[in-house]
């Protein structure tokens, strides 16, 4: 934990406001920059190991039995989430490329970032209790409150911004169906599998 902790910080110091905007942008109208900061690919890689850090770690704690709990199994999670978000990439420009819609949604693109930022964020701060408490049932619960509290913001967020119609909304309804909940209750499958594996 103190590795992913001192991850956020140095994303946090090589590119001011990675963070912080996650959080401050989440009910403003426009997006907002901090300080025009540019974008800084060792602050972006930070921040990147922070997000799957804290997720695997949710996971095992959420997954792991005793005889499960070590390194190999968390490094082997981390592989998964990295094997599942290039997946998730591939699909991104597959639809991009058939569909040419990244001026359109590139805004969306970032905004997601933010709000992946704050549910790893939040997972992180949850951490120590689920911890302290070790207890499988109420790890799940906080990974759920955490997962739904994401999809509700992502659905919020997509409904501002591009909801003109009724079909508008048919159509973020089955885009956050297809491409954030079955991903992610996927991802639960194959890291409990991954783990019994191990």
């Known amino acids: 934990m103190m590795a992913l902790f ?3 910080v140095l994303a946090e110091y090589v590119q001011p406001g990675i963070i912080w905007q996650a959080h401050s942008s989440l009910l403003a109208q426009t997006e907002r920059t901090y300080k025009s900061a540019p974008t800084n690919m060792l602050g972006q890689l930070m921040i990147t190991i922070f997000r799957i850090g804290s ?3 949710a996971l095992c704690l959420c997954l792991c039995t005793p005889e499960h709990g070590s390194f190999a199994t968390y ?5 998964l989430i990295v094997a599942f978000l290039v997946a998730k990439m591939l699909c991104n420009l597959f639809i991009d490329y058939v569909f040419m819609i990244s001026r359109r949604f590139m805004p969306s ?4 970032g933010d709000l992946v930022t704050m549910a790893c964020c ?3 701060v949850c951490l120590p209790f689920v911890i302290r408490f070790g207890n499988a049932v109420v790890g799940v619960r906080v990974l759920a409150a955490v997962a739904i509290l994401f999809l509700i913001l992502w659905t919020y967020r997509l409904m501002r911004n591009y909801v003109r119609s009724l079909m508008a909304i048919v ?3 089955l885009y956050i169906c297809t491409l954030e909940v079955l991903p992610l209750g996927l991802l639960f ?3 409990s599998k991954t783990i019994t594996l191990i």
């Open 189 to 191: 499958y194959l890291s």
């Open 171 to 173: 159509y973020i309804a």
């Open 122 to 124: 939040a997972l992180f």
């Open 109 to 112: 693109y970032e905004q997601y």
């Open 75 to 79: 490094a082997a999670v981390c592989g």
């Open 55 to 57: 997720i695997a770690m």
């Open 6 to 8: 001192l991850c956020a």
